[in-house]
């Protein structure tokens, strides 16, 4: 039955004009109500009659209904009907009302989204901002939601800088009750910090500490870094950054109590200012350990205690110290501990007395490890690094291993491994998650090196291909004295067991006639296979089949060289040994590693040669006592030795060389044997090398990756043919210098100016070496 006309007026009255677009005419809409209606005081609802419905099934409506046929009237369950279906957000407008014995709902539908489009973007692409907004094509569109989208838009662009950014959304009313929604942006500039200021601090200078937080100031030649765009969230974790510094330094009571940016009047910079309060520094007084393990000893423990009393107080080597701790209860046969260093300050002597509480822990198993923010790299990539599975005992230095060699893969920006409750108290669940970076390099480049001259590069590669961890690359190279063609692949975890595969296949040509009077080609294929036998132990083996000519030998060569002359076949099988306790394969500040290499030749072919070497490398780090891990020192060192057999003799392309980079200060195989007639290098089946090189950083701004480093470098080479007018003096030679290394945008650039010190008279010398290669 028809509203009357009375009805109709009172409905007119109570029902608010509702904006059909713009988020603020939506925000300014009151509360809905629906039509008021005489209704007799009791009736059972016979049914619901649904109008203006065009895509939404008058089924779907009626479910939303709290009051459904057979139920009585109510008021407020009629009311809380009308909230429920504006609250679906499938509806411009709603109305509710009595009919008699039935129900009417009148609906008009939300329009459907078309498309969504952004203009006046340029520095976020639409990909990025499509993966921001609510809002896509065949979504429901609702004022609340282009709102919601334009507040988020603002954010991302505020979160880089851009402060001034603006966003408006404009809807375009297409047929159908369809509408396309089109953000127009205008990006800003970006704000960058124009001033870094620290209140409080009266034991270091803003300089100083300027060089501890990741935030920079503004500056010239920081034109590829986003460190001096303003980030809020970044200035929390300097202000950690500041706390731990402090805390290194012996500053127990350190408290960073502010960190906080105002925006410059004309919006244009940022001024961060950091509230320091220092506290006293402390030394350390007493040291102890405390053990109540039952098969595990406080003297057991002690040497490893790596504080010493009368140092300042350092957190992070109490940290570390607790650490070692624990994993050296776990080597003793202690699966469950928990290491506890108690601090007692003595405020009025400035001491800290430490006891190392060494206490079985929680029993806590792994029950799952969860894997997140690989969106690319497989699961059972990142799965097979871990050093535990479910089941297995929880162990903090195995997570932590673990954690370094997912970081050891070069395909994350960065990785980190959480512990939290599982579904028992004696549960644990691992979250790993990961950051992926780009894998592929095509590389166009061009450069120079001292070895190899002028030089062309151009390459594609692949690390992480089609995220299963193989390594696949084609890459060359064509220089003045070096040109070469490889391709190669590599599988680290065939079939995802403990075996790596490869197999390469390279075309190399090399003009040595400045150093040795002849040109060398040589090209053929290896294959590769590794297998590790513990955490730092691994095994390789590779076979080599290579065809090697020598041509265009200089007429006046030595007649070592010249008997040279010709065509070779090398069958080569090949083996290598490393240990590696390296803190980091790619970066490495502490640790050692020892390689063991074996090449044979004779399994066919014309050569016959057994040639082994011994390589190893020592790194020890000195932040301790200079407060910045970049402070290294690196003692490396190798023996090789040549010896044929069969009598087949080796070639001269099968011997060592030495002089450049393997002995700084002189010319690439610039010492050793030689033909004083013609001055050619005649290599050698015995050679040593040991290089003490200290790695320090410059007092530059960081980001400018530029790093120092002095070194001495100690070699010697023996065991070439003997003939007149060949001298072969296997006396150590010494070359030192120093030397700087730029991490540029276009490629690593090293510069070394070295003397040699120690050297024979018919030695060639070199005081300073280039190299530059770029990628992009």
Same mark, same amino acid.
């Given at each position: 039955m028809p509203?009357s006309?009375?009805?109709?007026?009172?409905a007119?009255c109570l029902?608010?004009?509702?904006?059909?677009t713009?988020?603020?005419?939506q925000?300014r809409r009151p509360a809905?109500?629906?039509p008021a209606?005489?209704r007799?005081?009791?009736?059972?609802?016979?049914?619901?009659?649904?109008?203006?419905?065009?895509r939404?099934e008058a089924?779907t409506? /009626?479910s939303?209904?709290?009051?459904q046929?057979?139920d009585?009237?109510?008021?407020? /369950?009629?009311?809380r009907?009308?909230?429920?279906?504006f609250?679906?957000g499938?509806?411009r407008?709603v109305r509710v009302g009595?009919?008699?014995?039935?129900i009417l709902?009148?609906?008009?539908?939300?329009?459907?989204?078309?498309r969504v489009?952004?203009?006046?973007?340029?520095?976020?692409?639409d990909d990025v901002?499509?993966?921001?907004?609510?809002?896509?094509?065949r979504?429901v569109?609702?004022?609340?939601?282009?709102?919601?989208?334009?507040?988020r838009?603002?954010?991302?662009?505020a979160?880089?800088?851009?402060?001034s950014?603006?966003v +408006?959304?404009k809807?375009i009313?297409l047929d159908?009750n369809?509408?396309?929604?089109?953000?127009e942006?205008a990006?800003g500039n970006?704000?960058?910090?124009?001033?870094?200021?620290?209140?409080?601090n009266?034991?270091?200078?803003?300089?100083?500490?300027k060089?501890?937080?990741s %935030?920079r100031e503004a500056?010239w030649?920081?034109?590829?870094s986003s460190?001096d765009?303003y =980030?809020p969230?970044?200035l929390?974790?300097?202000?950690e950054l500041?706390?731990?510094?402090?805390?290194r330094q012996g500053y127990?009571d350190v408290?960073?109590?502010?960190?906080?940016?105002e925006?410059?009047p004309?919006?244009?910079g940022?001024?961060?200012?950091?509230t320091v !309060?220092? *506290?006293?520094r &402390?030394?350390?007084?007493?040291?102890?350990t405390?053990?109540?393990l039952?098969?595990?000893?406080a003297?057991?423990?002690?040497?490893?205690? !790596?504080?010493?009393?009368g140092d300042?107080?350092d957190?992070d080597?109490?940290e570390r110290?607790a650490?070692?701790?624990?994993?050296?209860a776990n080597q003793?046969g202690?699966?469950?501990?928990?290491?506890?260093p108690?601090i007692?300050?003595?405020?009025?002597?400035?001491?800290v007395?430490?006891?190392?509480?060494?206490?079985?822990?929680?029993?806590?198993y792994?029950?799952?490890?969860d894997i997140t923010?690989?969106v690319?790299?497989?699961?059972?990539?990142?799965?097979?690094?871990?050093?535990l599975? =479910?089941? !297995?005992a929880?162990?903090a230095a195995?997570?932590?291993r673990?954690r370094?060699r997912?970081?050891?893969l070069g395909y994350?920006s960065?990785?980190?491994i959480?512990s939290?409750p599982?579904?028992a108290?004696d549960?644990v669940?691992?979250?790993?998650?990961?950051t +992926? /970076?780009a894998?592929? +390099?095509?590389?166009?480049?061009?450069g120079?090196s001292?070895?190899?001259?002028a030089l062309?590069d151009v390459?594609l590669?692949?690390?992480?291909?089609?995220?299963t961890?193989?390594?696949?690359?084609?890459?060359?190279?064509?220089? =003045?004295?070096?040109?070469q063609?490889?391709?190669?692949?590599t599988?680290?975890?065939?079939?995802d067991?403990?075996l790596a595969?490869?197999?390469?296949v390279?075309?190399i040509?090399r003009?040595?006639?400045?150093?040795?009077?002849?040109?060398e080609r040589?090209y053929g294929?290896s294959?590769?296979?590794?297998y590790?036998?513990?955490e730092?132990l691994?095994?390789?083996w590779?076979y080599?089949?290579?065809?090697?000519n020598?041509f265009d030998?200089?007429?006046?060569?030595?007649l &070592?060289?010249r008997?040279?002359?010709?065509t070779?076949?090398l069958?080569?099988?090949?083996? %290598?040994?490393?240990?590696d306790?390296?803190?980091?394969?790619?970066d490495?500040?502490?640790g050692?590693?020892?390689?063991?290499?074996t090449?044979?030749a004779?399994?066919g072919?014309d050569?016959?040669?057994v040639r082994?070497r011994v390589? *190893?490398?020592y790194?020890?780090?000195? =932040?301790r006592?200079l407060?910045?891990p970049?402070y290294v020192?690196?003692?490396?060192?190798?023996?090789?030795i040549?010896e044929?057999? *069969?009598?087949k003799r080796e /070639?001269?392309?099968?011997?060592?060389?030495l002089g450049?980079?393997n002995?700084r200060?002189?010319?690439?195989?610039?010492a050793g044997?030689?033909?004083?007639?013609t001055?050619?290098?005649?290599g050698?089946?015995?050679?040593?090398?040991?290089?003490?090189?200290f790695r320090?950083?410059l007092?530059?701004?960081e980001e400018?990756?530029? %790093?120092g480093?002095?070194f001495?470098?100690?070699?010697?080479?023996?065991g070439?043919?003997?003939g007149?007018?060949v001298?072969?003096?296997?006396?150590?030679?010494?070359?030192?210098?120093v030397g700087?290394s730029?991490?540029?945008p276009?490629?690593?650039?090293?510069l070394?100016f070295?003397?040699a010190v120690?050297?024979k008279?018919?030695d060639?010398t070199?005081f300073?070496?280039f190299?530059?290669?770029?990628?992009?």
């Amino acid at each position: 039955m028809p509203f009357s006309r009375a009805l109709l007026l009172a409905a007119t009255c109570l029902v608010p004009v509702v904006a059909a677009t713009g988020a603020e005419a939506q925000q300014r809409r009151p509360a809905p109500q629906r039509p008021a209606a005489a209704r007799p005081a009791s009736g059972i609802v016979q049914g619901i009659d649904i109008q203006g419905n065009q895509r939404i099934e008058a089924e779907t409506i /009626r479910s939303y209904m709290l009051l459904q046929p057979g139920d009585a009237f109510e008021e407020d /369950r009629l009311d809380r009907s009308l909230r429920t279906l504006f609250a679906t957000g499938l509806f411009r407008d709603v109305r509710v009302g009595r009919q008699g014995d039935r129900i009417l709902v009148q609906v008009e539908e939300n329009p459907i989204v078309n498309r969504v489009a952004f203009e006046g973007n340029s520095k976020l692409n639409d990909d990025v901002l499509r993966n921001e907004v609510q809002l896509r094509a065949r979504s429901v569109y609702t004022p609340q939601a282009a709102q919601a989208d334009r507040n988020r838009l603002i954010e991302i662009y505020a979160r880089r800088g851009r402060l001034s950014a603006t966003v +408006e959304p404009k809807i375009i009313q297409l047929d159908q009750n369809r509408v396309d929604i089109v953000y127009e942006i205008a990006e800003g500039n970006v704000a960058l910090v124009s001033r870094i200021n620290f209140v409080g601090n009266r034991s270091y200078s803003d300089s100083r500490l300027k060089e501890i937080v990741s %935030t920079r100031e503004a500056a010239w030649y920081r034109p590829f870094s986003s460190s001096d765009t303003y =980030e809020p969230e970044r200035l929390n974790f300097d202000r950690e950054l500041l706390r731990r510094f402090y805390l290194r330094q012996g500053y127990a009571d350190v408290n960073i109590t502010g960190g906080t940016a105002e925006l410059s009047p004309d919006r244009s910079g940022f001024f961060v200012t950091y509230t320091v !309060d220092e *506290g006293r520094r &402390y030394r350390i007084g007493k040291v102890e350990t405390t053990s109540s393990l039952r098969n595990v000893t406080a003297a057991q423990l002690q040497n490893r205690v !790596d504080v010493s009393a009368g140092d300042w107080y350092d957190g992070d080597a109490v940290e570390r110290t607790a650490e070692t701790l624990s994993d050296r209860a776990n080597q003793l046969g202690a699966p469950f501990v928990e290491v506890t260093p108690r601090i007692v300050r003595n405020t009025e002597a400035g001491t800290v007395d430490i006891t190392f509480e060494v206490k079985e822990g929680n029993r806590l198993y792994v029950e799952r490890i969860d894997i997140t923010g690989n969106v690319r790299t497989q699961d059972r990539v990142i799965r097979r690094e871990f050093r535990l599975a =479910e089941g !297995d005992a929880f162990n903090a230095a195995q997570v932590r291993r673990s954690r370094q060699r997912i970081r050891d893969l070069g395909y994350f920006s960065d990785a980190t491994i959480s512990s939290n409750p599982g579904s028992a108290p004696d549960r644990v669940v691992l979250g790993a998650n990961v950051t +992926e /970076r780009a894998t592929g +390099e095509v590389s166009l480049g061009g450069g120079y090196s001292t070895d190899a001259g002028a030089l062309a590069d151009v390459g594609l590669r692949e690390r992480n291909l089609l995220g299963t961890g193989i390594d696949a690359r084609i890459n060359g190279v064509l220089a =003045e004295r070096r040109s070469q063609l490889d391709l190669s692949v590599t599988d680290p975890s065939f079939l995802d067991r403990n075996l790596a595969l490869g197999a390469d296949v390279f075309y190399i040509t090399r003009d040595l006639l400045d150093y040795s009077g002849y040109r060398e080609r040589r090209y053929g294929f290896s294959l590769r296979a590794g297998y590790e036998f513990n955490e730092y132990l691994r095994q390789s083996w590779a076979y080599t089949l290579s065809n090697r000519n020598i041509f265009d030998v200089d007429p006046n060569a030595s007649l &070592y060289i010249r008997e040279q002359l010709g065509t070779t076949l090398l069958s080569q099988i090949g083996q %290598t040994l490393t240990y590696d306790r390296r803190d980091s394969r790619l970066d490495p500040h502490s640790g050692y590693l020892i390689r063991l290499g074996t090449d044979v030749a004779g399994l066919g072919g014309d050569v016959n040669y057994v040639r082994a070497r011994v390589d *190893g490398a020592y790194y020890i780090p000195f =932040e301790r006592l200079l407060g910045d891990p970049n402070y290294v020192l690196a003692i490396t060192g190798s023996v090789g030795i040549l010896e044929s057999f *069969g009598g087949k003799r080796e /070639r001269i392309v099968d011997r060592f060389f030495l002089g450049g980079e393997n002995l700084r200060g002189f010319e690439t195989a610039g010492a050793g044997p030689r033909d004083l007639a013609t001055q050619d290098s005649l290599g050698g089946r015995f050679l040593y090398t040991q290089t003490t090189e200290f790695r320090f950083p410059l007092p530059l701004p960081e980001e400018v990756g530029i %790093t120092g480093r002095a070194f001495v470098d100690i070699g010697g080479l023996s065991g070439s043919s003997s003939g007149a007018g060949v001298v072969d003096d296997s006396s150590p030679r010494v070359g030192a210098g120093v030397g700087v290394s730029w991490r540029s945008p276009f490629g690593l650039i090293n510069l070394d100016f070295a003397q040699a010190v120690v050297k024979k008279s018919y030695d060639e010398t070199q005081f300073f070496r280039f190299g530059f290669g770029t990628r992009f």
